[in-house]
């Protein structure tokens, strides 16, 4: 037997909110901050199925950043080779 209420829809909410009316609301207020800190680089499709996250891409980069540092003596540069 089942005893269940059923659920009353008691959603205050609005469908759409105008943010530039409300009070309190401060345009803009943490945009300087993510433009200083925040860097987008799109990949293509076939690099980001095997990249999920910026985590990985950011491990995989660096990596590859102290590899050509070693083989190149402190220099970063992929197109330099020491094969004579």
Request: overall charge negative; some cysteine.
């Amino acid at each position: 037997m089942n005893t269940r209420q059923p659920i009353e829809d008691n959603d205050d909410m609005r469908g759409e909110y105008d943010f530039a009316t409300m009070e309190g609301g401060v345009r803009g207020k943490y945009a300087k901050a993510f433009e200083e800190t925040a860097i987008a680089i799109l990949l293509d499709k076939d690099v980001a199925e095997i990249f999920p996250d910026s985590r990985s891409v950011n491990e995989a980069l660096r990596t590859l950043t102290h590899v050509l540092r070693g083989e190149n003596g402190g220099a970063c540069s992929p197109r330099t080779s020491n094969v004579s």
